[in-house]
């Protein structure tokens, strides 16, 4: 009993240790002052307001929203393609494949900025959406590769061999039987897929152009001119989307879940 009590308190602190650096910033993005002190002197809206009314930080909030987006999508696409042909496979070569699936989530991410850059440059590519959309795609990929993968392992073969039985040819078997059975693995990796790409700023840092700088790449900048509470405002919104995208993916593995057991 006292074994069990000493656990939760040693959970408890850590939790605490990990939570409050983060939560520290929340009250300070409230601040009615210029300067980032405690105690407060004083809660105003002033920051939020600036940051919402700012051309700078809304065109680099559209960005983060179209690239993630997009990178969301064919990162949906290809991991799901991925995962029907490794799900198929049983030689040798499947564990190596998969590696290679998920090696952008391995390499650091230092390296794929580096390499990208000097893949996209003869392109022509740095500097534009395109580029930016193509490596946020090759970072997304490995997130849904793993829950889709793992959906397809634990979905029942006895269905796709009934549905041919009954005549049905590969692409019905697929589109009645296979995609409903990993849609909600789909939509928890599209989730993760495109908080990789909002989070984002080392790839940016490389790639992107004046046009494209996202949200995370502006904050970085700010740093090194001047942190101001308005920076501590947009922090606090992206620990909002991040906590709603959290509460989404734990949703879809819940419904997952439900439905694998239901059926």
């Not at 390296?111 to 590519?125: G, H, T």
Request: charged share 10%; with cysteine; proline share 6%.
């Amino acid at each position: 009993m006292w074994a069990r009590r000493a656990l939760r308190l040693y959970v408890a602190a850590v939790l605490l240790f990990l939570v409050l650096p983060i939560l520290a910033i929340v009250p300070l993005s409230f601040s009615s002052g210029s300067l980032l002190v405690y105690p407060l002197p004083g809660l105003s809206l002033r920051w939020y307001a600036e940051v919402l009314t700012s051309e700078r930080w809304m065109h680099a909030l559209g960005n983060s929203l179209v690239i993630g987006a997009l990178a969301t999508l064919l990162a949906v696409v290809l991991g799901t393609l991925a995962s029907l042909g490794l799900a198929r496979r049983r030689d040798a070569w499947a564990a190596a494949l998969k590696m290679l699936a998920l090696s952008p989530m391995i390499v650091p991410v230092i390296l794929i900025a580096v390499a990208s850059y000097f893949f996209l440059a003869p392109l022509q590519l740095t500097g534009s959406y395109t580029g930016l959309v193509l490596v946020h795609t090759v970072i997304a990929v490995p997130f849904v590769v793993i829950p889709v993968l793992t959906a397809l392992e634990l979905l029942d073969p006895n269905l796709a061999r009934a549905a041919a039985a009954c005549g049905a040819g590969p692409a019905a078997t697929f589109w009645r039987v296979t995609l409903p059975g990993i849609r909600p693995a789909m939509a928890s990796g599209a989730l993760f897929a495109f908080a990789a790409s909002f989070d984002d700023v080392v790839i940016a840092l490389f790639i992107a152009g004046a046009q494209q700088r996202t949200l995370p790449q502006e904050m970085f900048s700010g740093l090194r001119d001047s942190i101001t509470p308005a920076m501590l405002a947009v922090a606090t919104l992206m620990i909002g989307v991040s906590t709603a995208l959290y509460l989404a993916v734990a949703r879809v593995q819940r419904r997952g879940r439900a439905a694998l057991q239901g059926g």
